[in-house]
């Protein structure tokens, strides 16, 4: 047997000599054609079968390019959807259209991208607090035809969600831009540190240097303690020496910063302090347009306001005299012997003093629902209360608070996470019990100016009583946030005193007369004696008025240190007091007081001020640009030179301290932990940055596909 060649249709193949013999044979022609007509039906469907396995091939190409398309653009548009919903979280990120041409230019793609969004809540805080997030879809799908014609639908779509999470200044327990005072311009030295009483729980950050002072007293051998990591974009250092403080105490430092210390040299960056509360104005109730004062007070969810009118009562003459009787009883001996200081004394100047008063109207009421937000921008705010469910209050100006600032379903003086005010002796880590963490209640006060516990105030909801509720300790709850920047371009080198700190009302008191009843000189009828000081002092105080200038007339500072830990009224002048009428060549003259005014509730004597306030207890967190200070030693040297009382440049003569006491407030700060799952509504938000670019506010959670049908 031999094989040949044959080719049929193009197809070869082997045929053997008795195949050839039939081909030869006539009677086999028949079933040689049979198995011809046979083979080229089988070459015929192979072939087209092959033809459309090609075209098929080109189609599942084409489906697989627009998979992988597809997914290129979700994770781009995953980017833009996350710095979208940062410019604005109201509204989700506008749709948009990506398209393609081949290379001939005759076909088209067209992916077309479409985005919704939700709130979720994706994790869960001691079985109370879930976490906030931003869900962003993103569904795509792809349209193919020729240019000008009708497209048609691939059937490949593909659906992606991005979960971000806000993060806000609430995230830090204490989070500052500066550690140096606002007395930087006249003492780039004076520094704001933490020292023994200082106990802070949660997180920490600071963008300059922060300082560890050895004294005070508290529980940790006169040093402060942290519990949480502490960051700063500078370097921990020892107060008085400067040197790093782990370098100065290798072997102890971490007796201080127990959460842990990391600093600029572990590559901590700055975190850009820029925050605003334009999402806060755009979606809060405004209120008191137009007023000076918005003094909110809070019960539960009930808000009752009033409104303070700044009025002037035009210009008042008060002689000032060589010599004033400052109480009933000199008054009294003068008139019993016959005398009549307004005849028997020099006048020796004549002060002009504007007057001013401040009317104050009801401003109605408010009923805050489940979150609320609430914005005060022409006035003061001054706000205490009772907070139920979220609630945010903000303000253009200056907030004052006036009282504690607690939650509705916290006891005050517990804390609102649950935390048990305990910490595993082995982790350091807080112990907290789920079941007593407040599921509900969130504050936030937000200031594009300053926040300032006030000292006292003349109270318009009860009859103008004088209160006095803030300086025997004071609680708040919440997030609080002083974000001003001072204007180097307005203020120059004083700019700092305009930067945003909280701190407290009234560092440098100082006694002044109060009124008193008493009978008048010329006609022995009962008499109100008031304005006091503006009869025994000139205003506004000027050095160009002490000696020689008014021969003898002094102005605030003067020796010796008074009974009551500061100038003025009563610790005056024995000499002054018994020197009637003091109109001969040396006059002894008074020394203290107030600037009018300065004082909340001028005219005040130094045996009615408060200095030492008790502690301030804070349950939430703190950022300012600048760190305020929250006591004051009263002898700092910047704020009292030798003989000058002119508060425009921070000077406050004379002594604020009794015994080593200051004014202010101890510290007691806790974090509050829910803070890192919820915020309060429209809580200004943190800019973490790496060199000169700046990240998004909201973290990436998580990215993950889902089946187009949940579109």
Not at 220 to 226: D, E, G, I, V, Y
Request: proline share 6%; aromatic share 14%.
């Amino acid at each position: 047997m031999y094989y040949e060649n044959l080719c049929v249709f193009g197809e070869c193949h082997f045929i053997g000599g008795v195949m050839k013999k039939m081909l030869l044979n006539e009677k086999g022609s028949i079933l040689v054609m049979a198995a011809a007509i046979v083979l080229a039906i089988i070459s015929a469907v192979s072939a087209w079968s092959l033809v459309g396995m090609v075209s098929n091939s080109e189609i599942q190409t084409q489906y697989d390019h627009d998979a992988i398309q597809e997914e290129l653009l979700l994770r781009s548009e995953a980017l833009r959807s996350h710095y979208a919903i940062e410019q604005n979280s109201t509204y989700p990120p506008p749709p948009r259209e990506v398209s393609i041409l081949d290379e001939t230019g005759g076909r088209q793609t067209v992916y077309e991208i479409k985005n919704k969004k939700e709130q979720r809540f994706v994790t869960i805080f001691l079985g109370q607090a879930g976490e906030q997030a931003i869900a962003v879809k993103s569904f795509i799908e792809a349209k193919r035809g020729r240019p000008r014609s009708i497209l048609y639908t691939s059937p490949v779509k593909r659906l992606t969600e991005r979960l971000i999470r806000n993060e806000s200044l609430a995230q830090y327990q204490y989070f500052s831009n500066f550690e140096k005072s606002e007395n930087e311009e006249g003492n780039p030295n004076e520094l704001v540190k933490f020292w023994g009483p200082d106990v802070l729980n949660g997180p920490v950050h600071s963008n300059d240097d922060i300082y560890i002072q050895h004294a005070g007293g508290g529980n940790n051998n006169n040093r402060p303690t942290f519990y949480s990591m502490v960051t700063t974009a500078g370097r921990a250092r020892e107060f008085g020496s400067n040197q790093p403080y782990k370098e100065a105490y290798p072997n102890t430092w971490q007796e201080v910063f127990r959460g842990g210390l990391q600093e600029s040299i572990d590559n901590v960056q700055e975190i850009i302090f820029n925050p605003d509360a334009e999402e806060l104005k755009a979606n809060a109730q405004w209120v008191g347009n137009g007023h000076d004062i918005v003094y909110a007070k809070i019960n539960g969810g009930a808000i009752q306001l009033m409104y303070g009118d700044i009025v002037s009562l035009g210009t008042q003459e008060f002689e000032v005299y060589s010599w004033y009787p400052a109480n009933h009883d000199e008054v009294m001996d003068v008139i019993d012997n016959g005398g009549n200081w307004f005849e028997d004394t020099d006048n020796i100047w004549t002060n002009e003093i504007v007057i001013y008063d401040t009317i104050w109207t009801d401003g109605g009421a408010l009923s805050a629902g489940a979150s609320s937000a609430y914005w005060v921008n022409d006035a003061e705010l001054w706000i205490e209360g009772n907070i139920s469910n979220k609630m945010t209050w903000g303000c253009a100006d200056t907030i004052f608070i006036t009282n504690d600032i607690t939650y509705t379903n916290t006891t005050i003086g517990d804390w609102p996470d649950g935390f048990t005010g305990q910490y595993d002796p082995q982790t350091n880590e807080p112990i907290y019990n789920p079941e007593n963490a407040n599921p509900s209640d969130f504050f936030g006060l937000v200031s594009e100016q300053k926040i300032i516990i006030r000292y006292k105030h003349r109270d318009p909801f009860e009859d103008f009583v004088k209160q006095d509720w803030n300086c025997n300790g004071v609680y708040i709850y919440g997030a609080y946030a002083a974000m001003a920047e001072g204007d180097i371009g307005l203020y120059g080198n004083e700019a700092c005193h305009y930067d945003g700190i909280f701190t407290f009302q009234y560092h440098h008191w100082h006694g002044s007369t109060p009124s008193f009843d008493s009978i008048s000189p010329y006609t022995g009828n009962d008499t109100t004696y008031t304005y006091i000081d503006l009869h025994k002092y000139i205003f506004p105080p000027s050095i160009s008025y002490s000696p020689p200038a008014l021969n003898g007339f002094k102005l605030h500072g003067n020796n010796p240190v008074p009974a009551y830990g500061t100038c003025g009224y009563p610790s005056e002048s024995i000499a002054y007091a018994t020197s009637y009428p003091n109109n001969g060549p040396n006059y002894a003259v008074p020394y203290g007081t107030d600037y009018p005014w300065y004082n909340p509730v001028w005219p005040e004597s130094a045996e009615d001020l408060v200095g030492e306030r008790g502690t301030l207890h804070i349950y939430g967190a703190i950022a300012q640009r600048r760190r305020g200070y929250i006591h004051r030693s009263g002898t700092d040297p910047f704020n009292h030179p030798n003989n000058e009382w002119d508060i425009q440049d921070y000077h406050y003569d004379g002594t604020h301290s009794l015994n080593g006491a200051g004014t202010g407030y101890d510290k007691d700060y806790s974090y509050d932990n829910r803070l890192l799952y919820v915020q309060p509504p429209y809580y200004p938000q943190v800019y973490e940055g790496w060199g000169e670019v700046t990240t998004s506010s909201f973290s990436r959670k998580a990215w993950s596909y889902k089946s187009p049908g949940d579109w």
